[in-house]
Every structure is written in structure tokens, then in C-alpha cells.
């Protein structure tokens, strides 16, 4: 971040949309990975960039770092897009089972061989590197939907495996987008004048034959938006066992302080992004993001720590070590918080209370992700002032 920092201003707002390839990134933070298992929270992120060029100067960057809050906190409000998505993602690898027109299609596509240079260049990439540019994301997924004839939930499976800052808002609501699912009427073509453009002179797309249009594929169907879960209260004085998870690696930082942590653990939800094989990039990622939080966190609160990759490993170890708290920074509608869910009964069984705490960015923010991104983008600067992260304030948000 510091050494990003000074790029986060006119620079950014100049250069962010040209993908000049993996070995030259100068022009984005490359901070995602960072941002999604907050080891490093949206809060710090954007006070570095307006105490260096001011809320004027880095507005631009704010507003991509709120794109991500955006995500978040509509899809907090629509759990059942997400219900969705993987019911019909179970739906749509049924049929590539049994569909062989279909399943070397898709094979094709990931493997990087349909012969759209720029597209396999972008799959191979993804799967090397586990990071692919904003603007190559969207090229890749009209791609894959408009030119391939793909469905779109297989492409947004395909990145949420491998893509290292893999998201269950941003990734699955940034292919809704593509789609036309999102936004009514507005859908996203890639066009071979604009891949050309903004890709550093790496590809010359003229010979290639790209879908000519792009048409929704389907309405947008947006449940109404539901409450926001609130921020649950711990009991101080309880025996608490304290959850450092892969959306929220910064225990040490606030959020806990003032309870009678006993011991720390790990949970790493990772292997639940999909039914199919992971990433080595991401997964190695997730697991050093973990690790380093929760020795962090036991050395923060001088206690003994461990790590487990199943949800029901929390409830033993809450038993071993004679908890009847557990804490953890609540995570937002996706694979972990299916898991914690699911634990609900047996936690109930063994007596233990559990216990969410937001972050107040996400509080702060959430409530003016109800309906487009206009809403929440005017809304930041009053936010900004409230969480006092405008020059001269110091809060941890
Ligand atoms: C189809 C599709 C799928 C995507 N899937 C994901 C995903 O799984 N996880 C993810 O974090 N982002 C996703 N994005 C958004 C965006 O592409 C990445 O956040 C961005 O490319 C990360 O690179 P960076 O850190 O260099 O970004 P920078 O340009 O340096 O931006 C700074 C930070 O702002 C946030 N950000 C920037 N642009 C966006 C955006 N459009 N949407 C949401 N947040 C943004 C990220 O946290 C990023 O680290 C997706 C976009 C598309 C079109």
C-alpha cells in the first residue's frame, strides 16, 4: 500500500484502465487479494490515498475501493442472489456433465485454447497468476458469454476458484453485471477496437470474430432489499474463544479489544468457493493471510492459538479451551457465512453463543447499497467525515 500510494491519485484516475499485462501492473494497486481477506482494511486503503492527494485527488480510487463496499453491501441485502447462483451453479455443472458439446466448450475456455488469442492469454494468466486486470475481467466475461455462448455462472465459478481476491459479491454480482442481470438494459460488450486500445499493443484483435452485440439475459430480478443484520453485542466478561476467518485477518486491530479472549483460531473456508478444484495461487494466498492473522492475533491477546478448515472445528475447540463466547468478525453473505449458519444448531447443543461484530465501514456504509452504485458514490463523502477518516482523524473504522 505505501508503496502504491503515490499512484493513487491523477495517475490512477489517468491509467486504471489499461491492462499493460502481468509483468507491467504500475498502474493498479494490486491490493485486492490484500482488500478481500482484509489484512488490510478498506478504511486504511482509502485514508492513505486521501491523506496523500486529498478526497478531490484520489476520488477515483475511493470510488473503486467503494465499489467493492457497493457489492457487499447490496448483496447483504439480497441473500437470495446469492441462493441463487449456487443452486443454478449446481444446475449448470449437472448439465456440463452430461452435455459433451458443452463440456469441451468450456474446457476449451479454461484451459486458454478456443484460439481467441487475448481471451486464452487472459484464462492462462489467471490460473498462473490468480489475478487478471478489471478491464480484462470484463472483456473475459462478455467473452465467454456473448462470443463463447457459455453460461455465465460456469465462467464466474471459474474466476471465484482462482482469482486470489475472489469475492462472493464482487465476482458473482460483476458477471450479473456483464450479463445485464444488474443493471436493466445495461450489459457489457467487449469490442475488439477497445481490447486493442487498452492492452498495451499486446493483442491485434482485427481477425477475430467477437459477438456484435450483447443483449440481457434476462431482466434484473431484485428482490426487495432485506434489513441489515446488526452488529451483535458480546458479553465482556465471558470466556471467549475468538474466530480469525479468511474475510477478516486484522483481529488485532479494535474490534475485539476489552473481551477475555482465551484462544485464538483459524478457520479457512477456502475449499468451499466451489465443488470444483481450487486454485494453487488463491489457496496459498488464503492459507499465509490466515496464518499470519491469527499468530497476529494470539500475540495481540497473549494466548494460545490453532487452526482448523471446517466450521465444526470452532465448537471442539471452543470446548477444549472452555469457552462459552465465540467471537469473530461477522462475514457477509457467501460460502463462510453458509458455513457458519449451518453450525447454528450445534452451537445451540453445546451451549455456546456466537457472536458477529461489524466493522463500521461496513455499517457506515451498507445502508446506501440498497439500490445503484449512484446512491452509495454520493454518499461518501459524508460517510467519509463520519467515520473521520477526512484528513486529520485517526479512527480505526
Ligand atoms: C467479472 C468480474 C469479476 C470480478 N471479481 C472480483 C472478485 O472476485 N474480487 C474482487 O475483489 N474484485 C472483483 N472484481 C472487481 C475488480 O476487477 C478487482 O477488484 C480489481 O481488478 C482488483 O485489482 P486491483 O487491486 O489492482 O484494483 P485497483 O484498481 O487498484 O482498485 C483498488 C481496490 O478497489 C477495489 N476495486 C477496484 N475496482 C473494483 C470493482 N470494479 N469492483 C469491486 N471492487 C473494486 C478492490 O478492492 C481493489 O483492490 C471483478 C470484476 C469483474 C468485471
Avoid at 74 to 82: G, K
Wanted: include cysteine; proline fraction near 5%.
Amino acid at each position: 500500500m505505501s508503496a502504491f500510494t503515490p499512484a493513487m491519485g491523477q495517475r490512477y484516475a489517468a491509467s486504471r484502465n489499461h491492462d499493460y499485462g502481468p509483468s507491467n501492473r504500475s498502474n493498479v494497486s494490486m491490493l485486492s487479494g490484500h482488500v478481500r481477506h482484509r489484512l488490510l482494511t478498506e478504511a486504511e486503503l482509502v485514508r492513505a490515498a486521501i491523506d496523500a492527494h486529498g478526497l478531490h485527488g484520489a476520488e477515483k480510487f475511493v470510488q473503486e475501493v467503494c465499489w467493492r463496499t457497493y457489492w457487499k453491501g447490496w448483496l447483504e441485502q439480497r441473500p437470495s442472489v446469492w441462493r441463487d447462483y449456487t443452486t443454478g451453479l449446481s444446475r449448470d455443472l449437472k448439465i456440463l456433465q452430461k452435455d459433451g458439446q458443452l463440456r469441451s466448450s468450456y474446457e476449451a475456455a479454461v484451459a486458454g485454447e478456443t484460439g481467441i488469442e487475448c481471451f486464452d492469454v487472459w484464462a492462462r494468466e489467471l490460473v498462473r497468476t490468480g489475478y487478471l486486470h478489471n478491464h480484462a475481467r470484463m472483456w473475459f466475461a462478455s467473452i465467454w458469454v456473448y462470443t463463447l455462448d457459455l453460461p455465465w455462472r460456469l465462467g464466474a465459478d471459474f474466476f471465484f476458484r482462482h482469482l486470489i481476491d475472489g469475492d462472493a459479491a464482487s465476482n458473482t454480482l460483476g458477471w450479473r453485471w456483464v450479463c445485464g442481470l444488474h443493471t436493466r438494459d445495461k450489459t457489457y460488450l467487449a469490442r475488439a477496437s477497445n481490447i486493442n486500445k487498452y492492452s498495451g499493443g499486446r493483442f491485434e484483435m482485427q481477425g477475430y470474430d467477437l459477438a456484435r452485440e450483447a443483449l440481457p439475459l434476462g431482466d434484473p430480478d431484485h428482490p426487495a432489499p432485506a434489513a441489515l443484520s446488526e452488529s451483535e453485542r458480546p458479553d465482556p466478561s465471558a470466556p471467549t474463544l475468538l474466530v480469525v476467518h479468511d474475510e477478516d485477518t486484522v483481529a488485532e486491530c479494535g474490534l475485539f479489544d476489552g473481551l477475555n479472549i482465551v484462544a485464538v483460531v483459524g478457520l479457512d473456508s477456502f475449499a468451499a468457493r466451489s465443488n470444483l478444484p481450487v486454485g494453487e495461487r488463491a489457496k496459498a494466498f488464503t492459507d499465509a493471510a490466515i496464518e499470519d492473522g491469527v499468530a497476529r492475533a494470539a500475540r495481540h491477546f497473549e494466548v494460545d492459538f490453532q487452526r482448523f478448515d471446517a466450521a465444526q472445528g470452532i465448537i471442539h475447540a471452543a470446548q477444549q479451551f472452555g469457552t462459552s463466547q465465540i467471537v469473530m468478525a461477522r462475514p457477509h453473505v457467501g460460502p463462510l457465512a453458509d458455513q457458519i449458519d449451518a453450525l447454528k444448531p450445534q452451537l445451540t447443543v453445546a451451549s455456546l453463543r456466537l457472536v458477529r461484530i461489524k466493522r463500521t465501514w461496513d455499517i457506515a456504509f451498507h445502508p446506501h447499497a440498497d439500490k445503484g452504485f449512484f446512491k452509495l458514490k454520493k454518499a461518501i463523502p459524508k460517510v467519509l467525515s463520519r467515520l473521520e477518516i477526512l484528513p486529520g482523524a485517526s479512527s480505526a473504522a
